[in-house]
C-alpha cells in the first residue's frame, strides 16, 4: 500500500509540471538572420521581467553574444605613447 502511495504522489507531482517551452528559432538561426535577433534581441532587453527568460530570448541573447564578440586585433590602435623609463 504505501508503495501505491508513493506511486501516486509521484504521479500526480509529474503530471502538474508545465511542458517544457521550446524556442521557435535557435542560436544559430538567430546568428544566421541579424534583423531577427536584433528584432528578438530588442523585444527581450525592453521587457526581461515577463520576457527575458523565455527559450527564444536565451537563444537571441546567446546569438547576439557570439555576433557581437570581437577580436582586439580588429580594433584600430589607440594612439598611447610608449611607457619609456
Keep these: 500500500m504505501k508503495a501505491f502511495i508513493s ?19 535557435t542560436v544559430e538561426e538567430y546568428r544566421a ?8 534581441f530588442a523585444a527581450c532587453a ?9 527559450a527564444d530570448c536565451v537563444n537571441a541573447i546567446e546569438a547576439e553574444r557570439l555576433e557581437s564578440r570581437g577580436s582586439l586585433r580588429d580594433l584600430p590602435p589607440v594612439g598611447l605613447e610608449p611607457n619609456r623609463r
Design 7 to 25: 506511486a501516486l504522489a509521484a504521479f500526480g507531482a509529474a503530471a502538474c509540471t508545465p511542458d517544457a517551452v521550446v524556442a521557435r528559432h
Design 33 to 40: 538572420d541579424a534583423e531577427l535577433r536584433r528584432e528578438v
Design 46 to 54: 525592453d521587457d526581461p521581467g515577463t520576457s527575458g527568460e523565455s
